[in-house]
Nanobody
Framework: QVQLVESGGDLVQAGGSLRLSCAASGFTFSSYAIRWYRQAPGKQREWVARPSSVMNTTYADSVKGRFTISRDNAKNTVYLQMSSLKPEDTGVYFC?????????WGQGTQVTVSS
């Protein structure tokens, strides 16, 4: 079955960096785009980054220039490199993909940025 497993979340000071991972299984990984979302406490889930074409990714304005998606098809893994972290980046980060009309989500990984 389709599985997405996020990892790499941690407590970090403002200005620091983290790299999140999304390990996928149960489908042909290289054929599907993986998106990243996050959910801050008491707020709705919001998208962070999503591929807009084979070669390009669109980032939310709040993270543009600080976050970067990459993927390793050999490892079935997508990464979210986050730098210059701010307290407002705190939240649970999720990866997600759509396969045959169904949306799959991982369980999320917690990122906490202290000021």
């Amino acid at each position: 079955q389709v599985q997405l497993v996020e990892s790499g979340g941690d407590l970090v000071q403002a200005g620091g960096s983290l790299r999140l991972s999304c390990a996928a299984s149960g489908f042909t990984f290289s054929s599907y785009a993986i998106r990243w979302y996050r959910q801050a406490p008491g707020k709705q889930r919001e998208w962070v980054a999503r591929p807009s074409s084979v070669m390009n990714t669109t980032y939310a304005d709040s993270v543009k220039g600080r976050f970067t998606i990459s993927r390793d098809n050999a490892k079935n893994t997508v990464y979210l490199q986050m730098s210059s972290l701010k307290p407002e980046d705190t939240g649970v980060y999720f990866c997600t993909t759509d396969i045959s009309g169904r949306t799959y989500w991982g369980q999320g990984t917690q990122v906490t940025v202290s000021s």
